[in-house]
Nanobody
């Protein structure tokens, strides 16, 4: 049974930092990609950052230079968020895309709230 569990969210002042973690269990392979998404109130869910199994990372323009995504060999996923802004306030979700060859449908975490006060 696949389970993604995020942690590390909370309330922080603008300019502060937070580190999100996502523990992915029940996945017996190293996913080609692991992603962080976020969804602000009244907005669509958006891709924040993505990292390949080889460590190549891509970021949304809005977070480039402030956020760093990383992962380890145990399928732990992290998001270090520095210089947080009020517009970063959202629920942050960990996502593992589906893998057709491995018959893996993909999985979402339950989300962790990040609130940045100005």
């Amino acid at each position: 049974q696949v389970q993604l569990v995020e942690s590390g969210g909370g309330l922080v002042q603008a300019g502060g930092s937070l580190r999100l973690s996502c523990a992915a269990s029940g996945i017996s392979f190293s996913p080609a990609f692991m992603d962080w998404y976020r969804q602000a109130p009244g907005a669509q869910r958006e891709l924040v950052a993505s990292i390949s199994s080889g460590g190549s990372a891509n970021y949304a323009d809005s977070v480039k230079g402030r956020f760093t995504i990383s992962r380890d060999a145990n399928n732990m996923l992290y998001l270090l968020m520095n210089n947080l802004k009020s517009e970063d306030t959202a629920v942050y979700y960990c996502f593992v895309p589906g893998d057709y060859i491995r018959k893996f449908p993909g999985a979402w975490g339950q989300g962790t709230q990040v609130t940045v006060s100005s």
